[in-house]
């Protein structure tokens, strides 16, 4: 279990930038006094959308909850602060979904399915790599199709409470500031910035407070794949077989044992899942500029080890680096119920299941060093393994927050704890949340009554209807 911090907590320890609005819970008041060392930001902002659900990020759980709420006829803007939509697998090139399966159901099913059916015809280059720019399209056509709105570069940057329901939200754009206004809200920020802002408790990183490392992901040319696949060792990492004569000769700054290497990508190229950055805290931006520092100098060391070490790369060369780094996880909203790593052990139902999942807990070393590795090895090979057609349910209670009446979380910040979270960050998981929490928002929306008292059952039938894998329900 990582820290637990409560409101009171967060409007202490900061005084955050995204304004007035979040740490408040209302715009500042002409006269107020600013505290020692802070000045008061007032302005009179635009409305500029009022819809049924508002959806702040645009990765995988938030495309899915737009396009899930447009289904059930919601209106929705959707905000996404990148230049594009797919969040992790787009901007910060991620290069594969992880398991869509559990080797017999699909449990991604209905938006899952779509992005993946879409994707098959779009692509041009084939491997197991996302074919990102493909993927890019996937998700504009998908949002433009489903009649939501949508803009990019569209950052939130506060949050209007009032009793414990989100009045409306403040966004920052190229042409100026603006607010939305909402009768639901879904959080798909990843960092769970919403509704952190809006007051609701979180955790953050392990028992120690360290966080899993970020990657910088990375875009490789000049790649002989076939002498590469000829020569390529059996074992749980192959392109790492070299790293123990790697480090005796210096080649690398940090003793990093874990690397999860190179994936095809047409005929010479291939997209890294390369390195790690960390004790990097996605929700501080000194955090964040250090780390990219640092991951753009450490692929360098990777390219020499790749050229150096192992066959078929004697001529790969980097050719680009993420727009965004890779984060692994910030802050888990905490919600009406915590999924817990006992749940996943037991193969656990729930009777408000919204979907199951099935990926290993994926955690990868907090620590650089051969015991920090050996342990995310147990943990991801062999402790908490399942077997084909095993998965573990998903209830609705992790998307709704504590002490918000209308809003949900999706994607990587729902409630779960620090082990399970491992499982269910990946996108096929933001999926599934996402696709929940958009059609949760627009009954919540249509129905007027709190996220937390959505009928379930009907939930589970709208979600049926709209594709999902419900074997429960």
Known sequence: MGRRINRREWVKATALASGAWAVTGGAARAGDAPAKGAVVFRRDVPVRHEVDVFVAGGGPAGTAAAVAARGEGASVFLAEAHTCLGGMGTAARVPVFMQMTDGVNFLAAGYGRRVLERLKKEQ?????????????????????????????????????????????????APGGLFAVRAKAYVDATGNGDLAAWAGAPFEKGDEQGHFMPGTLCSLWGDIDWGAWEAARP?????????????????????????????????????????????????????????????????????????????????????????????????????????????????????????????????????????????QHRKEFDEMYRYAKGESYGIPYRILTPRGLDNVLVAGRCVSADVRVHGSIRVMPGCFITGQAAGIAAAMSASQGVSTHRVDVKDLQGRLKRFGAYLPNA
């Not at 949508?150 to 949050?159: D, E, Y």
């Not at 190229?269 to 390369?274: A, E, K, S, Y």
């Not at 805290?281 to 520092?293: F, H, I, Q």
């Not at 680096?321 to 919600?335: F, K, N, V, Y």
Request: glycine share 12%; aromatic share 10%.
């Open 234 to 374: 059996k074992g749980p990492q192959p392109d790492g077989h070299m790293l123990e004569k790697a480090f005796a000769d210096g080649v690398f700054t940090v003793r990093d044992e874990h690397l999860t290497g190179m994936y095809r990508l047409g005929e010479t190229f291939g997209t890294g899942n390369i390195g790690h950055t960390f004790d990097v805290d996605g929700t501080d931006e000194v955090s964040l500029t250090r780390a990219l520092v640092w991951g753009r100098k450490s692929l360098k060391e990777y390219e020499r080890y790749y050229r150096e070490y192992l066959k078929g790369f004697e001529k790969a060369r980097l050719l680009a680096s993420g727009s965004l780094l890779g984060i692994r996880e910030t802050r888990r909203i905490m919600g009406d119920y915590v999924l817990s790593v006992e749940d996943y052990k037991r193969r656990a139902t729930f009777p408000d299941e919204i979907g199951r999942y099935a990926y290993s807990i994926d955690i990868h070393p907090m620590r650089p060093g051969k015991d920090s590795y050996e």
């Open 124 to 172: 041009s280059m084939r491997g197991p790599a996302h074919d990102i720019e493909a993927l890019k399209r996937v998700y504009d056509a998908l949002v433009t199709e489903a009649g939501a709105g949508f803009s990019f570069q569209t950052n939130l940057i506060g949050v209007d409470v009032e009793s414990g329901r989100v009045a409306h939200v403040v966004c920052s």
